[in-house]
């Protein structure tokens, strides 16, 4: 019973092209968000979702789109992929219905861009 | 800027001992948070802090806020090597849905 899944695990493709990464979540909450964590292991936030409404878009590159059909999904569509892409990507989720707010995170998706 | 600062960065401490991470964040929070990241995994939450004072205790883990001071700090007490990974603070600015995470504390525990 996975809270919070993406796929894929693994993303290893060349420059230039574009690719998906998907998230979707079964706790019913109705916040979503888009993390990048580099090679350093600092963790930032791009983008979030609130009930389908984008509400957080950090100073990420226009080549980032975001998109999210439903509460229960949201992924992540990047263009003309560079080098400086590589990196993981989490996924995570929140209910504003918790007085704690607490994030749950996906796995993780660990893009190379060779 | 928001910031949350974490010391130290790298932790390196023999099995038995104590010792104290400690997270300063810049901005009039309402929620602070610790998690565990291990090697190559997803970040798993240890614990939710909402208010001035809070303590909370999780086996040889111990997690307390003061929102006055701005700090949070995460107690290890008699370190044991299954401790070791790397732990990351985050504050959600209030009234906002922004978490800030800290740059991480890595710990190894030596048997």
């Known amino acids: 019973d996975t809270a919070v899944s993406q796929t894929p695990k693994y993303l290893v493709t060349q420059m230039g092209n574009d690719k998906s990464i998907k998230c979707e979540q079964n706790?019913?909450?109705?916040?979503m968000y888009w993390y990048k964590q580099d090679s350093k292991k600092f963790l930032k936030i791009m983008f979030s979702y609130n009930n389908k409404e984008l509400i957080i878009n950090e100073t990420v590159p226009n080549r980032f789109s975001p998109k999210s059909p439903d509460k229960a999904h949201l992924n992540l569509h990047i263009n003309s992929l560079e080098l400086g892409d590589s990196a993981v990507y989490f996924c995570?989720?929140?209910?504003?219905?918790?007085?704690?707010?607490?994030?749950?995170f996906g796995p993780g998706t660990r893009l190379t861009v060779l | 800027e928001l910031k949350v600062e974490q010391n130290p960065l790298f932790l390196s401490m023999q099995e038995g001992k104590n010792y104290t991470i400690y997270c300063n964040y810049s901005?009039?929070?309402?929620?602070l948070y610790w998690y565990r990241q291990d090697p190559g995994k997803s970040l798993e939450s240890l614990f939710v802090?909402?208010?001035?004072?809070a303590v909370k205790q999780e086996g040889r883990l111990m997690a307390s806020l003061d929102t006055k001071a701005r700090l949070s700090t995460l107690h290890i007490t008699a370190a044991v090597h299954d401790l070791s990974a790397t732990y990351f603070c985050?504050?959600?600015?209030?009234?906002?849905?922004?978490?800030?995470f800290g740059t991480g504390t890595r710990l190894k525990v030596l048997a």
């Open positions: 706790l019913g909450h109705d916040t």
């Open positions: 985050a504050e959600r600015t209030s009234g906002t849905y922004k978490y800030i």
């Open positions: 802090l909402l208010s001035n004072g």
């Open positions: 901005t009039t929070s309402d929620r």
């Open positions: 995570a989720s929140s209910s504003t219905g918790r007085l704690d707010n607490e994030q749950f």
